[in-house]
């Protein structure tokens, strides 16, 4: 599948909540469950992962947040140590441009809209939502459910043809 890969440390939960949630084991698992994916459920044999900061620039070197320092940092040196190539904290603003998305398979993002704003704006009717780390494939369309216009005729497939295709390309990798 190409384009732009996302996953979160943080899900849905209130921006005011996120800086205390971040610690370096949730960062660390991310990326773990986010590099098997992508080899098992991908097909990707040596997984890049580029990992956000969490304040604005990646902190300044804590002028604007110590997130970087004192947790996102010591994430990306033990996912190394473990032996999966991740590099950052980097800007949020700055993680998603063409040029920036050739050099990773998967952007691992500290909180919800960080990861999907640049996804539903690069393809908002494509968009998949993959729950990695699952015995079973599970795919959904990336832009919810759509209740608000459930039943007045208003609604398009593409997300949902995009998820089948997305969970059809993943359980034959996995079956292979």
Excluded at 82 to 90: E, F, S, V
Excluded at 130 to 143: A, F
Excluded at 148 to 175: K, N, P, Q, T, W
Aim: charged residues 25%; glycine residues 10%; negative net charge.
């Amino acid at each position: 599948m190409p384009g732009l890969r996302t996953t979160l440390v943080t899900v849905h939960e209130p921006l005011d909540r996120v800086a205390g949630l971040l610690s370096i084991e949730k960062i660390v698992n991310a990326g773990l469950v986010t590099a098997q994916a992508l080899r098992r459920d991908f097909g990707i044999a040596a997984p890049r992962l580029f990992v956000a900061g969490f304040n604005p620039h990646a902190g300044e070197s804590g002028s604007i947040g110590r997130e970087e320092a004192e947790i996102i940092d010591p994430a990306v040196r033990t996912l190394r140590d473990l032996g999966i190539d991740a590099q950052g904290p980097y800007p949020a603003d700055s993680l998603f441009p063409e040029d920036m998305r050739k050099r990773y398979d998967a952007a691992v993002c500290m909180y919800h809209d960080q990861a999907l704003i640049p996804v539903k704006m690069l393809d908002f009717w494509g968009g998949v939502n993959v729950t990695l780390g699952l015995p079973i494939v599970r795919t959904s369309p990336d832009h919810g459910t759509a209740f608000d216009i459930a039943g007045r005729g208003l609604a398009r497939s593409d997300s949902l043809v995009a998820a089948i295709r997305a969970a059809e390309d993943i359980a034959i990798r996995r079956a292979a």
